[in-house]
């Protein structure tokens, strides 16, 4: 009903197929933020808009490190679509195959047979997934952090781990989980495991048999530095508070094999861990492939600075899944970061706004503002501007401060600062819920004999 009514705010009432269709695929920072600028900006009857995503929201990535640590409820850091984009039609679930030539993708949905949608402009806003390699276990024992159930995962993850320590009369079992492994040294790398460490860190305090010194944090980089996005002697300074914090970094290593969770790296070391959080890079969605749009070397779609896919018509694209050439810095890209997906996306709305009315692009064209990491709890790395350089507290501060600006709507930005402020005065909260992602398991138990000649069968999962 609601649905309907909205839709024809767009439509105008007017016969559908004789409209436009603008159909975005994704409806993360750049979908869903050229999503807003379009709904504001087209009138009634000017053009369908609509946006396919697997989640029902968008995630403010940034914050997941502090959503594995506990300091924000994994709700807090989503937008829901529908909430925001009440003048667009949000379909969940999958576009698997894009025809471009024949102006049409199959999409499909999260329950039901797929099925085609024909557009005529395309916005190609679908991001990137984990890159991984082929080592053998990473795939069966690693996990990402790319996602908020991912980061809502490890923090339960983490706390079993001290459970399971705290638990167990054998050292190889205590040792395991009190083992925790992170490989690649970039943003999500370096904040998630400054996050994790600060939380089992302060967790040790309600667990009697496990000290600070019990636990080992690894983090594993192939480079020789680490946080390349903050320059060398901001990375530098972080690199040894996370050091002085007692993290074990390894550069200029790489993981060799982790099966059956037994962690081997170059460096000859070898050990059992309960824990292997995989953070080298990143590459664009795999939908991309599943396309007839044309690709750079690394398998971005490839576009202009006006973001527009070269070669085709009508198809447009920015963000983590496409290469938008770097105007001041000639033959290279723009990183793939919030920072572009953001301004990208006005860029790109005003730009389909131009190819439906017949005016003029614009050119996409940003200079780096800087980067700030959150290092932990009054802990931090952050370089402004390319000249203030700052670690510690302050960058802390700036951290907290440049990502409550920027996290979408008012209502989030409420939410987040209450979830620090309660954490502010409350300190941290240590429950931890690992069945969370099993809800049925208890009813299946309950469900199946549990006891066999007087003794209580063991659990299986
Ligand atoms: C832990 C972490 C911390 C980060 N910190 C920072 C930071 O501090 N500063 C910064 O600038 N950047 C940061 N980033 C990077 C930043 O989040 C990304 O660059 C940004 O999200 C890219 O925006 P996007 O719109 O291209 O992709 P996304 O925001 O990832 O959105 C892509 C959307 O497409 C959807 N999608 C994928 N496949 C399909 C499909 N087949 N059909 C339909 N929809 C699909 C996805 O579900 C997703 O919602 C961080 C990233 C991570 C993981």
Redesign the pocket.
């Known amino acids: 009903m609601t649905e309907s009514r909205n839709y024809r705010l767009v439509h105008g009432g007017g016969d559908e197929s004789e409209i436009p269709h603008v159909l975005i ?7 869903m933020y050229t999503a807003m600028r379009l709904q504001k900006k087209l009138g009634a009857g000017e053009a369908r808009i609509t946006v ?4 029902s929201y ?2 403010y ?2 914050f ?2 502090e959503t594995a640590a506990g300091s924000i409820s994994p709700r807090n850091v989503v937008v829901p679509l529908r909430k925001v984009l009440h003048r667009v039609k949000v379909l969940t679930g ?3 195959r894009i025809d471009h030539a024949g102006r049409k993708v199959e999409f499909e949905p999260a329950v039901g047979e797929p099925r085609e949608i024909a557009y005529d402009y395309l916005v190609m ?4 997934v984990s890159r991984t390699l082929p080592i053998p276990g990473l795939a069966e024992w690693g996990i990402g ?2 996602t908020v159930e991912e980061a809502a995962y490890l923090r339960n993850h983490v706390l079993e781990q001290l459970n399971i320590a705290d638990s167990t009369d054998d050292p190889e079992i205590r040792r395991k989980a009190l083992n925790f492994v992170f490989v690649g040294g970039g ?2 790398g370096a ?2 495991i400054a996050e994790l460490e600060d939380l089992a860190r302060d967790a040790t305090r309600i667990y009697p048999s496990i000290s600070v010194d019990d636990l080992h944090f690894y983090l594993i980089e192939a480079a020789d530095k680490i946080l390349p996005e903050v320059g060398p002697d901001v990375g530098a300074k972080a690199l040894n508070q996370l050091r002085l914090r007692g993290i074990d970094v390894r550069l200029s290593t790489f993981l060799e094999s982790a099966v059956d969770q037994h962690i081997k790296l170059s460096d000859g070391t070898e050990f059992d861990a309960g824990t292997l959080v995989w953070t080298a890079g990143v590459k664009p ?1 795999p ?1 991309v492939q599943a396309s007839d749009l044309p690709l750079g070397p690394k398998g971005h779609i490839d576009t202009n600075e006006f973001l527009q896919v070269n070669g085709v018509e009508n198809a447009f694209a920015g ?3 496409a290469q938008v050439p770097d105007l001041d810095n000639p033959g290279r890209f723009y990183p ?4 572009n ?1 953001v301004r990208q996306a006005p860029v790109l709305a005003d730009n389909v706004i131009a190819a439906l009315r017949g005016g003029k692009p614009k050119a996409y064209r940003h200079k780096n503002l800087g ?2 990491a959150g290092l932990g709890m009054h802990k931090g790395a952050a370089q402004l501007f390319g000249k203030i350089k700052l670690t510690g507290r302050l960058a802390w501060w700036a951290h907290r401060g440049y990502h409550l600006f920027a996290v979408p709507t008012f209502n989030r930005k409420f939410r987040v600062l209450s979830d620090w402020t309660l954490g502010f005065f409350l300190r941290r909260d240590f429950a931890s819920l690992p069945e969370m992602g099993e809800p049925r398991q208890a009813f299946e138990e309950a469900s199946r004999p549990q006891v066999e000649n007087g003794q209580l069968l063991r659990r299986v999962s």
């Open positions: 695929v994704g409806g993360g920072y750049l979908g396919v995503d697997p989640n968008m995630t990535q940034p997941l490190p999958r576009v698997i806003a679908a991001g990137a952090i790319k943003f999500a904040e998630a969605s939908v963000g983590d899944n793939p970061n919030a920072q997906a980067a700030v």
